[in-house]
């Protein structure tokens, strides 16, 4: 299922080109770098997901859902099942998946990624803390659904998340599969399913 990361079939690029007439030349060269990108990740952008994951999680729950390892190790696998969105060539917010085989998810779905499954599992969204409260995790979630419904074989996504942010998953389309099985830390988690050829989320052209 892994194709290469910066030309995948499915993923089209998607960028926001900003006028630069007039501009110094240091601007000039910055502006050569599109405005705003979408692009599934690789092993080099894991230290920039990485201190976006530690800042978001740390000083809220003092865990990462992901060690550095762990994220190189996705990165590694599986990068067609992460998302990073960037702007002007800066990680700004991201997604990390992985494959999974089982209905429900399981301790071991924490840091294993089975390939050539039906189902994803979401293992962390995560936004830059310059870039929060701008509804940029909304639309990165839409996007990153968009494209896992083009994936061929892809049957639904599950992920878990703590009791606050089942409302944010509930609208983007999740449905609550009841209390989780894994802990960390002693947190509890609600588990959520995503189906992918369902209509939450769908355009009349879905560029597949």
Known sequence: MTHPVNSSPLLKPFFLETPDGG???LRRRRHTLPASEFRNLNPQDAISVFEIE???????SGECPLTLDEVLNFLGQCPELSLGWFEEGQLVAFIIGSGWNKDRLAQEAMTQHVPDTTTVHIHVLSVHRHCRLQGKGSILLWRYLQYLRCVPGLRRALLICEE???PFYRKAGFKEMGPSAISVANMCFQEMEYTLGGQAYARRSSGC
């Open 23 to 25: 501009v110094s030349h």
């Open 54 to 60: 530690r800042e978001a999680f740390v000083s809220v």
């Open 164 to 166: 606050f942010l089942v």
